[in-house]
């Protein structure tokens, strides 16, 4: 069973750095690199919306509210992908959840970011 496990969520001051994980178990060997992945984020109250993801060529795609301040990568050997986030701002406080798109789709559970003022 394929399953999503983020990690390193957090309190920050404003202008404050961190770097999400996300692991991904239950796929088959070699397999990693056919799966198309990203993070969503969802503040209180507000829907859920796409923060980064790579697209069918390998690369990053960015939105908009993101760009020059987050950095998505990934460790093909380690299986899993990463959200490295600077200069956050209150504006970026919500919980961040790693995402798998493709075959039928998978969610984890999600993360807290929280920065305050």
């Known amino acids: 069973q394929v399953q999503l496990v983020e990690s390193g969520g957090g309190s920050v001051q404003l202008g404050g750095s961190l770097r999400l994980s996300c692991t991904v178990t239950?796929?088959?060997?070699?397999?990693?690199?056919?799966?198309?992945m990203g993070w969503f984020r969802q503040a209180p109250g507000k829907q859920r919306e796409l923060v980064a993801q790579?697209?069918?060529?390998?690369?990053?795609d960015y939105s908009e509210f993101v760009k020059d301040r987050f950095t998505l990568s990934e460790d093909s050997a380690k299986q899993a992908i990463y959200l490295n986030m600077t200069n956050l701002t209150p504006g970026d406080t919500a919980t961040y959840y790693c995402n798998i798109r493709n075959f039928g789709g998978y969610w984890g559970q999600g993360t807290q970011v929280t920065v305050s003022a």
């Open positions: 239950g796929i088959k060997p070699l397999a990693f690199n056919t799966y198309l």
């Open positions: 790579f697209n069918n060529f390998g690369t990053a």
